[in-house]
Nanobody, 118 residues
């Protein structure tokens, strides 16, 4: 069982910035790809950004150039820096740990609410 705790959500005006943090209870970054997902009301959960074990990063087209995913192994933390926020970024944001080894379960944090006002 991998425990993930997110923080950093809140209410921000359009054009503003927030930084989300996800702290793992143990060192897992060599075994798990880490990612941020979001789910808006009435919509399916979607991948926002991922940082692989290799440090390769990928982003949803809707956030490219505005969001940055990073990690700090010493702090067991993954971050999502969100700039130039838009009202359509409003959602619950979830941290996910996906194992490198196939067939093993992945893990989710409890989520943190991000609300962007226009």
């Amino acid at each position: 069982q991998v425990q993930l705790v997110e923080s950093g959500g809140g209410l921000v005006q359009a054009g503003g910035s927030l930084r989300l943090s996800c702290v793992a209870a143990e060192s897992i970054f060599s075994m798990y790809h880490m990612s941020w997902h979001r789910q808006a009301p009435g919509k399916e959960r979607e991948l926002v950004a991922e940082i692989a074990v290799s440090s390769t990063t990928t982003y949803a087209d809707s956030v490219k150039g505005r969001f940055t995913i990073s990690r700090d192994s010493a702090k067991r933390a993954v971050y999502l820096q969100m700039d130039a926020l838009k009202p359509e970024d409003t959602a619950v944001y979830y941290c996910n740990a996906r194992p490198v080894i196939g067939g093993l379960p992945d893990f989710w944090g409890q989520g943190t609410q991000v609300t962007v006002s226009s």
